[in-house]
């Protein structure tokens, strides 16, 4: 089975403190994603990334960035967090063996003060 | 832009009745997928839509696609107390070969006993 494991399912920050949220998935899968729910608006798309230290900026990057260093991981970081990116962040992954199966995290939820 | 829109966003309903959650999509589309998430969960796949005029159906659930109106429907059929959840369709815009999702903002369906 597919896994993808985010390390931190409940996390609770101070605004400006800077933020990791991991991402790792066990398929060799070459594109991952991070994604941000919130309550009415669905989710939305931050970051993606198609390959070791590639990244593209989804709908919503602003005060988001990522680090891809190994294929299997793939990071969020919030360099100073406020409380508007108080929210679940989703991440997924997908690759060539997957076929069109797109795979999600648990999510983690989180809770800027 | 790719916009994709879930009507309705609240459906209350009753055990035993039938009904459809329809997803509307700006752009042309690759493929189309249909997930649920219970509360505070991840998403749960449900269907991938690939191609005009793809049905498919598991369970009480059947889930159909129409390229040329950029439509797809989510019907219940016989409800059943179980399938209260947040629903969600997702598209991957053609060309987009990162399968990067936009997502509908979910029809969150109660099935009353």
């Known amino acids: 089975d597919v896994k993808v494991t985010q390390s931190s399912r409940y996390l609770v920050k101070r605004t400006g403190e800077k933020v990791f949220l991991e991402c790792v998935q066990d398929?060799?899968?070459?594109?991952m994603f991070w994604y941000r729910q919130d309550p009415g608006l669905g989710l939305r798309l931050i970051y993606f990334?198609?390959?070791?230290?590639?990244?593209e900026k989804g709908d919503i990057p602003e005060g988001y960035s990522v680090s891809r260093e190994k294929k299997e991981r793939f990071s969020l970081i919030l360099e100073s967090a406020s409380t508007n990116q108080t929210s679940m962040y989703l991440c997924?992954?997908?690759?060539?063996?997957?076929?069109?199966?797109?795979?999600f995290g648990e999510g983690s939820w989180l809770t800027v003060v | 832009e790719l916009k994709v829109e879930q009507n309705p966003l609240f459906l209350s309903m009753q055990e035993g009745k039938n009904y459809t959650i329809y997803c509307n999509y700006s752009?042309?589309?690759?493929?189309l997928y249909w997930y649920r998430q219970d509360p505070g969960k991840s998403l749960e796949s449900l269907f991938v839509?690939?191609?005009?005029?793809a049905v498919k159906q598991e369970g009480r659930l059947m889930a159909s696609l129409d390229t040329k109106a950029r439509l797809s429907t989510l019907h219940i059929t016989a409800a059943v107390h179980d399938l209260s959840a947040t629903y969600f369709c997702?598209?991957?815009?053609?060309?987009?070969?990162?399968?990067?999702?936009?997502f509908g903002k979910g029809t969150k369906l109660s099935v009353i006993p």
């Open positions: 752009t042309t589309s690759d493929r």
């Open positions: 398929m060799d899968h070459e594109n």
């Open positions: 990334s198609y390959d070791v230290k590639m990244k």
């Open positions: 997924a992954s997908h690759g060539q063996s997957s076929g069109n199966t797109i795979y």
């Open positions: 839509l690939l191609s005009n005029g």
């Open positions: 997702a598209v991957v815009e053609s060309g987009a070969g990162s399968y990067q999702l936009t």
